[in-house]
């Protein structure tokens, strides 16, 4: 590959790039006029505006990014995550021109794309499964059946979906019709498919995903887990690696499962499968992302790998660089999403300007941004900001650090979820690795928790001001003794 093409935008359209260019390839960004001035179009040996604003009629229209691609001769496209990286017919395009998607082949999006057909497909291998059922459901009082069978409480699920759309939890039988059928309309809405299944909630869940790389020769390896159970809205909001859950057996056992959901859908390149677990640490299939994740450098760093340059390499039909016996976790790390949202307020939406910013320093602290000072925060897109990530020997350490770069981290004109961020590392719960996917809804259903804590820190620092104050009065005071006494 000489030139690739990143269609996507903002930090991961930056994070991209940068390995492109590591590699010695050329690279091409495409934008939205949203994204002119966007750091990202710089940074790229070319750049092409492709639309105005909304993703509709810009990173989601697949004919003016293959035309570009044709016309500046690009030997592959790199999705990035989200837009149309797990989009099948997208794939089948750039096959059928001659172009290669850095990422699986269509038909492996297709199977793992469906939470029915890849239940399905897994099956075969003996990977554990949520107790329910793996087919369609489209009768309220069918789905009735089904939950009494399981028992409540249970969870309707959008068969098409991801990102919580589509997802009802039902805990009574009375609520089961209504739940259903709001399931079902989000469905629709947001997938354009209103198919949904039903199976068994696991109490007291742990959200835990594995890494997982195959290339074109039958080598397949996990690159172990990530633990991303703090979520808001069914979303992940803080991730880290490795899991302070598991053992290195349950790793074991985790880990070659993955593998064999990859087999089963003959899969090539960088893929996540997100399990549950639950109380006693019995673990059950979720789903495959068949893409890079958000979350990515976490892995990258526990690892030392660079792991879009492992896709990149796959996609030029390489061998995998390691094999799972000389892969191994050294450290700890952790990632917090910096979102423009207002935590107080549910975390709605808080667009704005960036007045200031200024990112934490150190060996230790990785920013991967989109973003720089006097910019605006686009209205059309997800609103994160950045990722923040940091290192240590220990858990502990990494979490100590991340509470010193989010205090260094200078962001002002609009809300962040750095304070949420804070709240987390701090709280005991997190910190003694006793969670799930509960947390916000345990310990932070109540906004005055988090104004407490802040409040508690303003009053410290006051203190501390106060103190300090104090003392230099006192000295001062002394100092002025002294030389009274020297004059006398």
């Not at 979490?399 to 709280?427: C, N, P, W």
């Amino acid at each position: 590959m000489k030139k690739i093409l990143v269609s996507n935008r903002g930090e991961i359209a930056r994070r991209v790039i940068r390995t492109v260019k590591k590699m010695g390839i050329r690279s091409v960004a495409v934008y939205s006029e949203a994204d002119k001035d966007a750091p990202f179009v710089f940074e790229a040996d070319e750049a092409v505006c492709i639309g105005p604003a909304p993703s509709t009629q810009s990173y989601l229209v697949q004919d003016k990014i293959i035309e570009v691609a044709k016309d500046l001769g690009v030997d592959g496209i790199h999705p990035g995550y989200g837009f149309l990286s797990e989009n099948a017919d997208f794939a089948k395009r750039l096959k059928q021109e001659g172009i290669t998607l850095i990422g699986p082949s269509p038909e492996a999006m297709e199977v793992m794309g469906d939470k029915l057909s890849a239940k399905q497909a897994v099956k075969e291998y003996n990977v554990p499964l949520v107790p329910g059922v793996d087919k369609a459901v489209v009768d309220p009082q069918e789905a009735l059946e089904i939950a009494k069978q399981i028992g409540f409480p249970v969870l309707i699920k959008a068969s098409a979906g991801g990102g919580g759309k589509g997802m009802r939890l039902v805990e009574r039988e009375d609520q089961m019709v209504e739940q259903m059928q709001l399931a079902q309309s989000e469905a629709r809405s947001s997938f354009g498919n209103d198919a949904v299944f039903v199976e068994k909630f696991v109490t007291k869940p742990r959200h835990i995903e594995i890494q997982v790389f195959a290339d074109n020769h039958g080598n397949i390896v996990h690159l172990f887990e990530r633990e991303c159970s703090i979520q808001r809205r069914h979303q992940k909001v803080i991730e880290e690696a490795p899991s302070a859950l598991l053992t290195p057996a349950l790793r074991e056992e985790m880990g070659q499962a993955a593998c064999n959901v990859a087999r089963a859908c003959n899969y090539s390149g960088a893929g996540t499968v997100e399990f549950l677990v639950d109380a006693d640490k019995k673990f059950y299939f979720l789903e495959m992302n068949t893409r890079l994740q958000v979350e990515h450098p976490v892995t990258e760093e526990i690892t030392g790998l660079d792991l879009v340059e492992w896709q990149i390499r796959v996609a030029r039909n390489e061998v995998l660089p390691n094999k799972q016996e000389e892969l191994s976790i050294k450290g700890h790390a952790m990632e917090v999403r910096v979102y423009a949202e207002d935590a107080l307020n549910n975390f709605a939406p808080d667009i704005g300007t960036l007045r200031r910013y200024r990112k934490p320093q150190g060996d230790h602290v990785r920013v991967d941004d989109a973003f720089e000072e006097g910019m605006e925060i686009p209205i059309y897109y997800d609103p994160m900001i950045a990722k923040l990530v940091t290192t240590g020997e220990t858990r502990e350490e990494s979490i100590d650090r991340m509470i010193q770069a989010i205090d260094d981290y200078e962001i002002s004109g609009l809300r962040t979820t750095l304070d949420f961020g804070k709240y987390v590392m701090k709280h005991t719960a997190f910190r003694s690795g006793d969670f799930d996917t509960n947390f916000v809804k345990h310990y932070f259903s109540d906004p005055q928790v988090m104004l407490d804590a802040q409040d508690m820190e303003e009053k410290a620092l006051t203190a501390s001001l106060d103190a300090i104050y104090d003392h230099l009065t006192e000295v001062k005071n002394n100092e002025f003794k002294s030389v009274s006494i020297h004059q006398k």
